[in-house]
């Protein structure tokens, strides 16, 4: 009973993605990145919409500088005042339930 109960909550959740703004692979065939730094997903279920961007030399952490820098790393020439340019604008771009802050 309780399976069928967590099958049914995991396909309420199940978010299709239903139309991209690319169909070029972040990967080639080879397992090489490739140099797509930008996806975003649109008519996705709920409504909801899903943006996924490539940092250019970056690790997993806060940047507090701005990453539209050429020549800087990380770096995504997509990142502008729109989006933010430091992971704090980013995020609080993102939601506004997430409060612009640094850490």
């Given at each position: 009973m309780a399976r069928k109960r967590l099958n049914r909550r995991a396909e309420r959740a199940k978010v299709e993605l239903r139309t991209f703004d690319t169909t070029a692979p972040l990967c080639d065939s080879q397992g090489n990145i490739t140099s797509?730094?930008?996806k975003d997903a649109t008519n996705c279920s709920g409504k909801?919409?899903?943006k996924f961007y490539k940092?250019?030399?970056g690790?997993?952490?806060w940047y507090t500088t701005p990453m539209n820098v050429a020549d800087q790393a990380p770096f995504n020439p997509d990142f502008n005042s729109a989006t933010g340019i430091t992971t704090s604008e980013?995020?609080?771009s993102f939601s506004p339930l997430i409060p612009n802050c640094e850490r």
């Open positions: 797509v730094v930008e909801t919409e899903v940092l250019v030399g690790i997993h952490t980013i995020l609080g």
